[in-house]
């Protein structure tokens, strides 16, 4: 089981930014598209964001592009979601996700394979 871990969560006030830290457990071989996927209470989980481990190629959901960027860091197995002007609807669990064995970027939620547990963004207005 490859288990990622997030941190960079926390509560903050409209109009702040975060980023949000996934680790990863080793260095990915092959092909990889890593997510951010949030789910806010009693709603659906929803996607955010993703980037290609290799290429580099990203998409941010249309709701989102402009106040969210997804980035990597290969050398330290990282990715990040930087978050600006944050808003109390961005209030939710923030997931980070990896999909093997694709050379794009993924954003079907259910073709993520392994998963971190979560980091509870809050945004007070």
């Known amino acids: 089981q490859v288990q990622l871990a997030e941190s960079g969560g926390g509560m903050v006030q409209a109009g702040d930014s975060l980023k949000l830290c996934c680790e990863l457990?080793?260095?990915?071989?092959?092909?990889?598209?890593m997510g951010w996927v949030r789910q806010a209470l009693g709603k659906e989980r929803e996607f955010v964001a993703a980037?290609?481990?290799?290429?580099?190629?990203?998409y941010t959901a249309d709701s989102l592009e402009g106040r969210f960027a997804i980035s990597r860091d290969n050398a330290n197995k990282k990715f990040y979601l930087e978050m600006n002007n944050l808003l109390p609807d961005d209030t939710a669990v923030y997931y980070c996700?990896?999909?093997?064995?694709?050379?794009?970027?993924?954003?079907?939620?259910?073709?993520?394979?392994?998963w971190g547990q979560g980091t509870q963004v809050t945004v007070s207005s």
């Open positions: 457990p080793g260095r990915p071989s092959g092909r990889y598209s």
């Open positions: 996700a990896a999909a093997p064995g694709y050379t794009g970027v993924v954003i079907t939620i259910r073709e993520y394979e392994y």
């Open positions: 980037i290609n481990w290799i290429s580099g190629s990203k």
